[in-house]
DNA sequence: TGCAGGAGCTATACCGGTTTATCACTTCAG
DNA sequence: CTGAAGTGATAAACCGGTATAGCTCCTGCA
């Protein structure tokens, strides 16, 4: 006989279906002799929970989602999300739960798979990237009554679990390190503006040019992309005063930015020192090698896994987990600014 | 109240269960007008089938799998699979179908996933990537009788659907254009020797020396990393008769080689040409950019999606589809050589 | 007029678990 | 000795669909 089902295993202890139930469930209401005797069959007709029957009967799914609302094409590059996916995983394979992964164009269509599978009972709850300024998401999913993590942002007003770095604190470091190095000129090259992880580093810089004596220190923002990065390095660097160091939001803008230094004659780390808010095997593979923000993602992930999981068992619970603070790795990019 | 159920369904249009799956499913069983009565509640409901509920009922799940087998580290870089994950839930999402994603350390990891999947009737069929020569997942699926689809090599005896390109006419497309650029000493720096794809890739190589006259085209393996990519650059490009153009079987192992070049002062394209066998943004933000073969991922998920639903339907179907063949891109690192 | 056959629908079993009501039996307090 | 409480189990309902046997008309043809 193929997969084996409780009415199996029943009949073979010579007990009901109810009691097998019990016994495999760890819940009281069959003795230790049978409830023994009940796991060693299961276990010897190497008997597996039909995922399916078990959702009907109770409301769990053992299943959560992750929807990614990116073009496809800028996925992948950055080892971001397979490091974050991975780290999910192993969060979950503890408990063996599955992770559904879903990449769609937009927010709207983001928000439209949270309703499908809330009515479709696919996922007992879903974690939650790149949060935006008055992020829509987050009032559709309390709507839905859908258990949420959010990543790298606070879940609102202490409506949703959230689990975050501090990005101020991060961005903070890079500043601290170059004004050390002696800079005063120093630009940044941000992200998309609606973001609050952009926001928040754009802030950060903001508040360090009193405190640290810096003589100009503006936030240029772009959509992410390679090609912006490098635009906005070309104008950054014909400027009468052009800065002395330049801090991205990304690793690939700054890869790109660092192709364009090279293009016009600007000697790294010597006229122009780089750094990337992200590190990744891109940043390593450069000559020179980037200075870069290097965060643990798996662990990031798992956290968040796990987080998720508290969510879910109890509903109201309010988590907001601060993750280990992101360390700069020095390479060869970064240097004093010849004076 | 909350999700509605066909009962609701049945109970609004006066008519029995039977009746509302009939009309849902668009089979026969119901006059026309009943039938669009019926559909015109259930939208008006907002209702969507429980998944767990119709997975018990029939055997399918309406999900398939896709395990990819390799440390997290090295994913993510390439954008190989966010774009064929992009392609594969394209061609799932006309039919509703989810996709479960989950990234292993090992092939024993990966066979355990699928026996896993099989007894908790989690997946309809699955995806292979990374085939193997004598790729045990092969007989381990035909064991599980879970329908399968292979992506980039052929299924065994015939015996697993498959979708592939001809790694054979992309290599020799490189070699064919590298020789009438005018260059007879030629290396191949390979990934993998127990891929399936990088054997037919040096088997391809070798074939073409003799036709085309080259002095010699050794292919030396990797195992893929930016590492091993470097080290065997530095080793051909230290040789008394150093190739005047390498072809890299990953854009990766492309840029890390670029890398060694500049740091040995070999010029590029000028003393030696490079094209790497993968295209993404990676060889487009090198300076010079890389000529590159480039794949469609994103159309070659879609018709793997596609095989695989066909596959569902009806295992005995035996399927080799063979989809368009990449085209070399050629940018900045490939020139004829220096006399 | 009789009957075969099909369309249109109902009632019900079933999928594989979980949960609840119930019951037999033991134990212990009064 | 009786009643109450507790233990270990069972039978049956239930979750939300799908599949199927069967029933009731209606039509067509001999």
Redesign the pocket.
Known sequence: MA?????DI?DKA?????????A??G?????????ARILQIAEQMS????S???A???SRVDSVGLVIARPARTLGVEPFFAHLVSGLQSGLSARSISLQLLIVEDTDAEIEVYRRWTSEHRVDGVILVDLTVKDPRIEALRALELPAVVIGGRGGKGALASVWADDRDAMLSIVDYLAALGHRRIAHVAGTPNFQHTQRRIRAVRDAVPRLGLLDAPSLTTDFSDAEGAATTRKLLSQANRPTAIVYDSDVMAVAGLGVAMEMGVSVPGDLSIVAFDDSILTQLMHPALTALSRDTFEFGRQAAEVLLEVIAEPTKVINLRTADPVLTVRESTAPPTP
Chains 1, 2 share one sequence.
């Not at 997969?3 to 009415?7: G, L, Q, Y």
């Not at 010579?14 to 019990?22: D, E, L, Q, R």
């Not at 008997?47 to 039909?50: A, G, I, M, V």
Request: glycine residues 12%; charged residues 20%; proline residues 8%.
């Open positions: 997969r084996p089902t409780i009415a029943a010579g007990v009901s279906k109810g009691a097998v139930s019990f495999l469930n819940r009281p209401g069959v003795s230790d002799a049978t409830r008997w597996r929970p039909h399916a029957a078990r009907l009967g109770a």
